[in-house]
């Protein structure tokens, strides 16, 4: 039966290219998906599966149930898109000024929708349920994870999978790792408030701009002389805004960052001393500081018994040595939130274009993926739900 799901999914093949290229062309920002989960819950209900719209805000859920008694198993995919200007070439270029796929979510759409497809033929041969969680607001920092949970998504789910394209590892490989795969994010902003005046008298003020690059330069010592140097840890001061003026002494100065961590305690850690230098810096400097500092998502640790199962069923697929054991990532992912709720893991599905100069990290203006990583990220799903209904009859 495994064999005729994946021959039905090649059969799909030009279909999920054609959805993930209409995606491609009509991106929506986090939160602002209206019209792309309107396309996925038209496209699931064709196929007569159950849907739930609306879920968490725009995130849509569609649920296969089996013809047999069983476990429930589900499988997630996000859909939001970046606020990028798209440069690349190609016929599915977006027609979203300012707005693109920059991260392959149209591809993780398209390729559950055809895993959805596939399934829905052979329903009353599974044992068990598939929940098909089509998520919105990935990229939103919030996070649509939380959203749609909250709102019942993982209600009555024993196990969840999930997978991102990855646009600079070789297609054909598959990769993931037990315990942690992805670093926990948080964020923070901060305005360091002065005295402005005149260029000419910069006695008489208290120079904003001075005190925040003292600030920033002091918080570049957190992880190389407060955190253990085998935990690792990132900050990064991303946007820095201040002054109008050449020969105005500014008296507001902002500036906004990342942290991002895999060990709690080093998590607290950075909050703490990125705080404590904040405030004694600028008291030092006569100025004051105000500070927003925002948990993001947590890291995304994969469960043990999971990841072996997984190693075990795409290894059969595609052969051990094209299973890898990636090195963790110190980006940031939602799924961290289901794996909180539910046991299951989490796999990087290798997506390179075959030509090296058009090959462009995640988030780039130029990104794109081999399409033909679909195919490989729909089977290695077709397989899990097979192999694990049928062994948890």
Known sequence: ?????????????????????????????????????????????????????????????????????????????????????????????SKVPGVMHACGHDGHTATLLGVAKVLSEVRDELAGNVVLIHQHAEEAGTGGAILMIEDGCLEGVDVIFGTHLSSQTPLGLVGTRKGPLTAAVDGFEVTIYGKGGHGSAPHETVDSIIVATQVINQLQLVVSRRVDPLKPAVLTVGSFHAGEAANVIADKAVFTGTVRTLN?????????????????????????????????????????????FFRKVTSNDLGEENVVEPEILMGSEDFSYYLEHVPGMFFWTGAALSDANAVFPHHHPRFDFDEKAMLVAGKSFLSLVYQYLNENQ
């Open 264 to 308: 709690s305690d080093v998590r607290d850690l950075m909050e703490s001393e990125i705080k404590g230098i904040i405030e004694q810096v600028s008291s030092a400097h006569h100025a004051k500081a105000e500070i927003t500092y925002q948990r993001g998502y947590p890291s995304v640790v994969n469960h043990d018994k999971e990841t072996e």
């Open 1 to 93: 039966m495994l064999s005729n799901l994946h021959q039905n999914l090649d059969e799909m093949y030009n279909q999920m290219v054609e959805w993930r290229r209409h995606f491609h062309q009509y991106p929506e920002l986090s939160f602002e998906e209206f019209e792309t989960s309107k396309k996925i819950a038209e496209i699931l209900s064709s196929y007569g599966i159950e849907v739930r719209k609306g879920v968490g805000g725009t995130g849509v859920v569609g649920i296969i149930r089996g013809g047999k008694p069983g476990k429930t198993i589900a499988l997630r995919a996000d859909f939001d898109a970046l606020p990028i200007q798209d440069e690349k070439d190609v016929p599915y270029k």
